[in-house]
């Protein structure tokens, strides 16, 4: 069906690339579609000639890239006629799975770990009418526990074990080459359970299958990008918290600990699946301590003034890094994720910045002299 120029959402747009029928009950909440911005301040200030992207996910309906794989979760559970869905979460996806299942009228339970989800995503789960269950334990656990759980209630995972979370967060990709008219030489995302960079894997080689072919939109008679890209895909890099980098480690972390609670994960889901992407796409895993996540945060936030929650500024922070190190050459083109918006996370964002605040009197003097001596 056609709605013109408006734009509904990822599963209308890339239809034809997704499993849905014509006869789906689309859930969406007009996700999709995000910001692809060109860093203009930092690659100058680092001194190095690379043209950096940042693909921003936060803008997302939930404010996540979360957003991406729920609709076609979610479409697929109410597809399949399930009243509930459960997931465990470090907050982002339950504030995707309350929000989607609200939208859908079906019931979203969500696992989080007790005291360790920002303050916004637990905002998000609880107004949208979720049953938030806090557990006594980390995300590793409440992971465990959904599985369990799901053989023993009328409930669909809706965690990326769910390949239909993969499926709506391919769509990433295809926007990205969509927008350049090729794939990056190289994209940097965080990891955590590493379903994102084994999506993004996925979306990349499906476009570079494509090349070949008519376009799959039309038959071929269109100017979309995807009858030109060549069979280039990028070198995928994957940048872990240091106190949570199970891919570095080389196995399971059983106590993840990281100032970035959405990656606070230590028993990854797609542990197979990203190695793969790993040695197919030529690319590696690296880790980030969290004084550079927050340095990387800060940076982009008064350098750019594109505000990302902490996990989402390991891909920066670890991109810079191997930028200036010439591990990323000069000349290249990066697109860095950012996957989730600073606000899920004002607590970790005014701790960072409490010295910066100033306190005067009501009084035009006092106000006057602030901007004067700061513009002196
Ligand atoms: C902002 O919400 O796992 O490597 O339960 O929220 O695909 O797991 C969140 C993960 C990166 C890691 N950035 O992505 C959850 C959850 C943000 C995130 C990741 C998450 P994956």
């Known amino acids: 069906m056609s709605t013109g120029s408006r734009y509904t959402g990822l599963i209308e747009h890339y239809r034809d690339h997704l499993p849905v029928s014509d006869d789906t009950r689309v859930i969406s909440l007009g996700e999709g579609n995000t910001p692809l911005i060109r860093l203009e301040n930092i690659p100058s200030e680092i001194g190095r000639d690379v043209d950096l992207y940042i693909k921003y996910e936060g803008l997302n309906p939930t404010g996540s890239f979360k957003d991406r794989g729920m609709t076609m979760a979610v479409t697929r559970a109410v597809e399949e006629g399930s009243r509930a869905v459960l997931c465990a979460s470090t907050g982002n996806t339950s504030a995707a799975a309350a929000a989607y299942a609200a939208r859908a009228g079906i019931t979203a339970f969500v696992l989080i770990p007790e005291g360790k989800i920002a303050l916004g995503k637990l905002a998000q789960a609880m107004i949208h009418g979720a049953v938030v269950i806090q557990i006594r334990g980390n995300f590793d656990d409440g992971m465990r526990l959904v599985k369990e759980v799901a053989e023993h209630a009328p409930v669909i995972i809706v965690n990326s074990i769910n390949p239909y979370r993969l499926q709506g967060q391919k769509t990433a990709a295809f926007e990205i080459v969509d927008e350049l008219g090729q794939p990056p030489d190289f994209h940097c995302l ?31 008679d269109c100017k979309h990008p995807c009858t030109a890209v060549s069979d280039k895909r990028p070198v995928m890099v994957g940048y872990q918290a240091a106190g949570a980098a199970p891919f570095m480690r080389g196995a399971m972390v059983d106590h993840p600990d990281t100032v970035a609670t959405a990656i606070r994960i230590g028993h990854p889901q797609s542990w197979d699946q990203a190695w793969k992407v790993r040695e197919e796409s030529g690319g590696w895993f690296d880790e980030c301590t969290d004084e550079e996540i927050l340095a990387a945060q800060k940076l982009l936030t008064s350098r750019e003034g594109i505000f990302c929650e902490p996990a989402s500024a390991t891909s920066v922070a670890g991109a810079l890094r191997d930028i200036r190190a010439g591990k990323i050459p000069e000349g290249s083109r990066v697109v860095c994720t950012l996957t989730g918006h600073g606000l899920k996370d004002p607590d970790t964002a005014i701790k960072q910045c409490e010295g910066d605040m100033l306190t005067v009197d009501a009084e035009l003097d006092a106000v006057k002299h602030v901007i004067l001596d700061h513009l002196a």
């Open 190 to 220: 965080p990891v955590g359970n590493a379903g994102n960079i084994t999506a993004h894997w996925i979306g990349y080689s499906e476009y570079a299958g494509m090349s070949t072919q008519a376009c799959a939109f039309c038959g071929g």
